[in-house]
């Protein structure tokens, strides 16, 4: 069967995808900071993603609006289990695939590299991503061992 060819954005149509890239961006940066404090502020959150105060309040409204934080105005910024469950995944997808990077010798721009494509993989390529980067691992091992 033939695939059909789709822009990006429609792939992400096609595929129901309802979360930007911006949105997914936010939910792992709250998982991060929220595992080292629980109590995160607009303040912590805007400066760990690099933008203004009023943006980030205005993607807090509408992430609260679909369900994935607890956040009023002047208070703390909390993952709703939905939150928590997603930023976990996200989080793990970003390390997955840093970590595949490294394996095969990214050193260049390589967080700004994470961004791009943590976002355009699926849960099948992102695990075959993760199999393929315990195998170089232990092929580096291996090497390492070898040639002492």
Request: proline share 1%; glycine share 4%.
């Amino acid at each position: 069967m033939k695939e059909e060819f789709y822009t990006l954005k429609g792939y992400k149509i096609k595929n129901e995808e309802n979360l930007s890239s911006s949105m997914e961006d936010y939910i792992e940066m709250i998982f991060r900071l929220s595992e080292k404090s629980e109590e995160v502020r607009v303040s912590d959150l805007s400066q760990a993603l690099n933008v203004q105060p009023p943006s980030t309040t205005k993607m807090l409204k509408r992430l609260a609006k679909v369900g994935y934080v607890f956040y009023e105005k002047y208070g703390y910024i909390n993952l709703t289990k939905k939150g928590k469950e997603l930023g976990r995944k996200l989080l793990d997808r970003h390390k997955t695939i840093y970590e595949f990077l490294e394996c095969i010798g990214v050193e260049k721009n390589i967080l700004e590299q994470t961004e791009i494509l943590e976002h355009g993989v699926n849960d099948d390529v992102l695990d075959k991503i993760k199999k393929l980067t315990t195998f170089l691992k232990k092929c580096d091992e291996f090497k390492d061992n070898y040639y002492k």
